[in-house]
């Protein structure tokens, strides 16, 4: 399995950004983390490959996580950013094996 990640970038307050992960390989369910400097990683967002989704509390209703039929893209759609969500993405996936795979980060900044 492997992942690749795009789409990070500076934003101000209340903006928006979208985040794409391009996946390869068996999968089982895929997934957004993030991790801000002096903090533990934390899940953002997942989705199976049947669609059942989960947010993290803190984003509901300002991120959608998303995915195409073949199971090869996954994207974040990030809005109403606040600083808070300042940090670096990450997308895993969960191959069929049930082993995690991760993708490089990618750098989200939420400043004026």
């Known amino acids: 399995v492997q992942l690749q990640a795009s789409g990070g970038g500076l934003v101000q307050p209340g903006g928006s950004l979208r985040l794409s992960c391009r996946v390869s390989?068996?999968?089982?369910?895929m997934g957004w983390y993030r991790q801000a400097p002096g903090k533990q990683r934390e899940m953002v967002a997942a989705?199976?490959?049947?669609?059942?989704?989960d947010y993290r509390s803190s984003v509901k209703g300002r991120f959608t996580i998303s995915k195409d039929n073949e199971n090869t893209m996954m994207y974040l759609q990030m809005t109403r950013l606040n600083p808070e969500d300042t940090a670096v993405y990450f997308c895993?996936?969960?191959?069929?094996?049930?082993?995690?795979?991760w993708g490089q980060g990618t750098q989200v900044t939420v400043s004026s």
């Open positions: 989705i199976t490959i049947d669609g059942r989704i």
């Open positions: 390989g068996n999968i089982v369910s």
């Open positions: 895993l996936a969960v191959s069929d094996q049930y082993t995690n795979y």
